[in-house]
């Protein structure tokens, strides 16, 4: 079983950018596709990014519109998700999430993102 943990979350002004991580641990790494949701109060959590197990592919939400890029580090068990342009309407509590080419099924507890515009 594995285990997420997020960090990196924060304060930051409209138009600045911030950097979530996210450590794995549990698990054969290497062998899940990694992503990171989001979540604000009333809503349902909603997709991001995602990244293949090789971490030779991306995916990533249409309203993303290359602001975001997610990497990862298979011999560290990281996954990073750097943020770029970021707006009022990115406040949320941003998850870390690993599964298969089927769904995500591990998450983490996430990370708080606030944006002031």
């Known amino acids: 079983q594995v285990q997420l943990v997020e960090s990196g979350g924060g304060l930051v002004q409209a138009g600045g950018s911030l950097r979530l991580s996210c450590a794995a641990s549990?698990?054969?790494?290497?062998?899940?596709?990694m992503g990171w949701f989001r979540q604000t109060p009333g809503k349902e959590r909603e997709f991001v990014v995602s990244i293949s197990p090789s971490g030779a592919r991306t995916y990533s939400a249409a309203f993303v519109k290359g602001r975001f890029t997610i990497s990862r580090d298979n011999a560290k068990n990281m996954v990073s998700l750097q943020m770029n342009s970021l707006n009022a309407e990115d406040t949320a509590v941003y998850y870390c999430a690993a599964g298969t080419s089927a769904g995500f099924g591990h998450w983490g507890l996430g990370t708080q993102v606030t944006v002031s515009s």
């Open positions: 549990g698990g054969t790494f290497s062998s899940y596709f």
